[in-house]
């Protein structure tokens, strides 16, 4: 009979400890920004590889994606990037009304529902 109830208790306990550890272990995010690049870009070149900052990223729950640009005093530059792909959205370096931006330090703010990811990119010049 003590065998029974230690191999029931046993049961018991692995079962709690995988319970517990489940519910402990974190959400995977559901948005991830996996690279920023080239973090410093020339608009004006001629060369796709450096001339706009590409902002690659998994969204597996479809997310709705806003990413916006300020400068470095805080304004707005630029709001609803260019994508190339689903995965993969792009600045040219150009403001809202279309007009290439000075060169400087540039944040960048991505939001995915409650998420929110900062981050700079450097427009040379």
Do not use: C
Request: net charge positive; proline share 5%.
């Amino acid at each position: 009979m003590t065998l029974a109830l230690d191999k029931k208790f046993m049961s018991n306990l692995f079962n709690a400890l995988l319970l517990s550890t489940l519910l402990a272990a974190p959400a995977a995010a559901a948005f991830t920004l996996t690279k920023v690049t080239p973090r410093v870009f020339s608009p004006g070149e001629g060369n796709p590889v450096v001339n706009r900052a590409r902002f690659h990223f998994t969204n597996p729950d479809a997310g709705e994606i806003t990413i916006r640009i300020f400068d470095i005093k805080g304004s707005l530059v630029r709001r609803n990037l260019d994508s190339e792909s689903p995965l993969v959205m792009y600045w040219n370096g150009r403001d809202q009304g279309g007009s290439m931006v000075r060169g400087g330090i540039y944040i960048y703010q991505i939001e995915v529902g409650e998420q929110v990811i900062t981050g700079t990119v450097v427009v040379a010049k």
